[in-house]
């Protein structure tokens, strides 16, 4: 609900021309970027800076029961970064740079600023994907699945 009425506030703002918009008693000032508004409204109030921090977060919201709803080998090649590999297939997964030990079900190719825009919720990875700023190849139902798990292990990771 919130989500939605955020959206909808966005589309509003960036069609308007005037210096601000006065809607339900909040003030928003006229900007093409909701990033500080909406990540007031976020249970994480972690912002990524490096590449590497993603996955480390990664690691310590990966446990057996995301392992058994995932079930899959990603690879994210961050253009600037390297190759990172997230494997979730057994234990509580497999975490860190380079080439993961089994042949990956999805490889993610993307650059920096992209990849971390999307660990912080400023961009939706669907968006990215839609817009060519992001490339997948592989089970792409695979690829789905670890953005829909990992958002809920990061709302529950406090």
Same mark, same amino acid.
């Given at each position: =609900?919130? +989500?939605? +009425?955020?959206? $909808?506030?966005? +589309?509003?703002?960036?069609?308007? +021309?005037?210096?601000?918009?006065?809607?339900?008693?909040?003030h928003?000032? !006229?900007? @093409? @970027?909701?990033?500080?508004?909406?990540?007031?409204?976020? /249970? /994480? /109030?972690?912002?990524?800076? $490096?590449?590497? &921090?993603v996955f480390e977060r990664i690691k310590q919201v990966s446990n057996p029961s995301i392992v058994k709803k995932v079930n899959a080998v990603y690879v994210f090649d961050v253009e600037g970064e390297g190759?990172?590999?997230? &494997?979730?297939?057994?234990?509580?997964? $497999?975490?860190?740079?380079?080439?993961?030990?089994n042949n990956p079900d999805v490889t993610v190719v993307v650059n920096k600023e992209i990849f971390? !825009? =999307?660990? @912080?919720?400023?961009? !939706?990875?669907a968006t990215a994907f839609m817009s060519g700023k992001l490339k997948l190849s592989g089970d792409l139902s695979k690829a789905l699945a670890l953005e829909s798990v990992m958002k809920a292990s990061r709302d529950d990771f406090q």
């Open positions: =609900m919130l +989500r939605s +009425r955020l959206i $909808q506030l966005t +589309r509003i703002v960036e069609g308007s +021309r005037k210096s601000s918009l006065i809607c339900q008693n909040v928003l000032p !006229k900007t @093409n @970027n909701f990033t500080e508004f909406a990540r007031t409204y976020s /249970s /994480s /109030s972690q912002v990524f800076t $490096q590449v590497p &921090d190759k990172w590999h997230v &494997d979730l297939t057994s234990g509580s997964g $497999q975490i860190g740079q380079g080439a993961p030990a971390l !825009k =999307m660990f @912080n919720r400023e961009l !939706k990875p």
